[in-house]
């Protein structure tokens, strides 16, 4: 089977985890459009009392090698799921894609701490926005470019934590 079309990987991850957090018992909503910030709503019924609880989620998915260029979270209630088709797809069968979960302060301490001799060597900062700013490295619109290009190796310790979610909602 051939590769995906590079403009439905995204969307093929947004549903593949929506449905990974359906089958986890927490309704997820897909939100549209192009300039969006939150990929996925998910509420989730929490504690004794029953209280609904809401989180947001942005979701990277990639086929290739890499996730290339991926800007930052922020927030208290929102988490990043990394998803991986990779050769999940091969000889006409699909096979289920990795995904691997972060939290906003996940996502900065992998900045800080993966990326730093990357930070430092390319004049790069974090933002407030959990955002790897280049500086020096102006795009067409005239701006610093953002994101950084991340790998399976960089989130591994990450893969399936399903649960992480769940205790963010019960939060």
Known sequence: MADMEK????????????????????????????????????YGKTGMLGKTGMLRIEVKAKQGPVWPMCKGICGQNV???????????????????????????????????EFKDLIAAHDMHVNDENTPIFVRNINKQGKPSEGITVK????????????KITNMLNA
């Open 79 to 113: 988490a990043l799921v990394f998803v991986d088709f990779r050769g999940k797809y091969k000889d006409e069968e699909y096979k289920r894609p990795d995904f691997y979960i972060l939290t906003a302060k996940e996502w900065r301490n992998l900045l800080e701490e």
């Open 7 to 42: 403009e439905y990987v995204g969307i093929a991850g947004e549903y593949a985890v929506a449905s990974e957090l359906c089958r986890r018992n927490m309704y997820a909503q897909l939100t549209f459009g192009t300039r969006k910030r939150t990929d996925i709503l998910v």
């Open 152 to 163: 399976v190796s960089h989130v591994a310790d990450y893969k399936e934590d399903w649960d």
